[in-house]
C-alpha cells in the first residue's frame, strides 16, 4: 500500500526555520517526482515545490522562492522541506505528494501544521 | 502567476448531475492537457478524482469525468450521491514543473 507521511509540523516564530520530512513506503520511491502542496486555514491549495526523481532539478512557487528548499534522500525513501525565513502567511497544512510527471499527485499523506507565530 | 478560476459553490439534488468549471489562460489550462482535478472532505487529506484532462484513476466512480475547451476545464459528477459533497479543486500545468490549483468550489448535495 502506498503511504506518505509527513512529520515536522509546529509553531515557529516569524523569520524562523523549520525542516519537514516526508516519509515513503509502498512504491519505489526514487522512480518518482514529489510535491509538496500547502493549504492555509480555510483556504484552498497551493502547490508549494516539485523535485525530479532523483533530485537534479527542483522547481519552486514565487511565494516560497529563496526561502524553502526541498530536497530527498532516495537511500531513506523520505522528502524533505527546509523553510527558512518564515512568514505568516507560511501557516499552513503542508501536504506531501506522490507527482506523476510532475504533472499531478496521486497519494497524498495526511499533512503536517505550520504556525507562524509570535 | 494567478491561481485557476472556479465558482465558489455549485449545488445539486441526488441522482442530478453537476458541473464545475476551471478557467485559466493560453498558458496553462489553453495549452497542456494536464489538467487534474481533486475533491476534499473536511479535514481530509485531497484524493485525485481526474489527472490529464479526462483520465480517472482506478477506484474512482465514472460518475465522475473531465473535459477541456479552450481555456476552460470541467468537472462533471453525474448521478449524485450525498458522499460527493466536499471541495473540489482543479490544478493545471503550467510549464518549466510548476503547477496552478484553483481556488477551490464546495458542492453542496441538497
Known amino acids: 500500500e502506498v503511504q506518505v507521511v509527513e512529520s515536522g509540523g509546529g509553531l515557529v516564530q516569524p523569520g524562523g526555520s523549520l525542516r519537514l520530512s516526508c516519509a515513503a513506503s509502498?512504491?519505489?520511491?526514487?522512480?518518482?517526482?514529489m510535491s509538496w502542496v500547502r493549504q492555509a486555514p480555510g483556504k484552498g491549495l497551493e502547490w508549494v515545490a516539485n523535485?525530479?526523481?532523483?533530485?537534479?532539478?527542483?522547481y519552486y512557487a514565487d511565494s516560497v522562492k529563496g526561502r524553502f528548499t526541498i530536497s530527498r534522500d532516495n537511500a531513506k525513501n523520505s522528502l524533505y522541506l527546509q523553510m527558512n525565513s518564515l512568514r505568516a502567511d507560511d501557516t499552513a497544512v503542508y501536504y506531501c505528494?506522490?507527482?506523476?510527471?510532475?504533472?499531478?499527485?496521486?497519494?497524498w499523506g495526511q499533512g503536517t501544521l505550520v504556525t507562524v507565530s509570535s | 502567476q494567478s491561481a485557476l478560476t472556479q465558482p465558489r459553490s455549485v449545488s445539486g439534488s441526488p441522482g442530478q448531475s453537476v458541473t464545475i468549471s476551471c478557467t485559466g489562460t493560453?498558458?496553462?489550462?489553453?495549452?497542456?492537457?494536464?489538467v487534474s482535478w481533486y475533491q476534499q472532505h473536511p479535514g481530509k487529506a485531497p484524493q485525485l478524482m481526474i489527472y490529464?484532462?479526462?483520465g480517472r484513476p482506478s477506484g474512482v466512480p465514472d460518475r465522475f469525468s473531465g473535459s477541456k475547451s479552450g481555456n476552460t476545464a470541467s468537472l462533471t459528477i453525474s448521478g449524485l450521491q450525498a458522499e460527493d459533497e466536499a471541495d473540489y479543486y482543479c490544478?493545471?500545468?503550467?510549464?518549466?514543473?510548476?503547477?496552478?490549483f484553483g481556488g477551490g468550489t464546495k458542492l453542496t448535495v441538497l
Open positions: 505528494a506522490r507527482a506523476e510527471q510532475g504533472r499531478y499527485s496521486d497519494y
Open positions: 509502498g512504491f519505489t520511491f526514487s522512480h518518482h517526482w
Open positions: 523535485i525530479k526523481q532523483d533530485g537534479s532539478e527542483k
Open positions: 493560453s498558458s496553462d489550462v489553453g495549452y497542456y492537457n494536464y
Open positions: 490529464d484532462v479526462s
Open positions: 490544478c493545471s500545468y503550467a510549464g518549466s514543473y510548476t503547477l496552478l
